[in-house]
């Protein structure tokens, strides 16, 4: 792992935790906004392969893709990671007996952390603090 990741504790994350829900929101909603766009996006870029481009609403789909680039960054910008945007799954990155592990949470959870998981785990790999 990167030497410069922060380490959050339990309670440094929990105190973090409504303003991470806020922006992990406005992650979601730009998200969602970028859906309707799949098939086209898809489409216009196997025919990018092929010499053509381009696609119906293009702009909107560009604007959309920056929104959630922005939105993202907001919170990786605060040592968090984003794994999941369509259930806003994200890890807080902590040590656990000496080694990082990943304190985990989801928008719909209560607001504390009460999850954690190996780095290479993942979500099923969740067990109680």
């Known amino acids: 792992m990167n030497s410069n990741i922060k380490l959050f504790s339990v309670e440094e994350a929990n105190a973090l ?10 992650v979601q909603r730009a998200h969602k906004s970028i859906l309707p766009f799949g098939a086209a996006a898809r489409e216009a870029a196997a025919r990018a392969e092929l010499g053509g481009g381009g696609m119906p609403g293009g702009a909107s789909y560009v ?47 209560p607001e504390e952390i009460v999850w954690w998981h190996e780095t290479d785990a993942g979500f099923a790999g969740r067990q109680p603090l």
Do not use: H, N
Not at 17 to 26: D, I, K, N, Q
Not at 79 to 98: E, N, T
């Open 17 to 26: 935790l409504p303003t991470v829900r806020l922006l992990v929101e406005r």
């Open 63 to 109: 604007t959309a893709v920056m929104q959630l680039a922005a939105r993202t960054s907001e919170v990786q910008a605060l040592g968090v990671q984003i794994k999941d945007y369509a259930r806003g799954l994200i890890d807080f990155p902590s040590l656990r007996d000496g080694r990082v592990v990943l304190l985990c949470w989801q928008l719909g959870e």
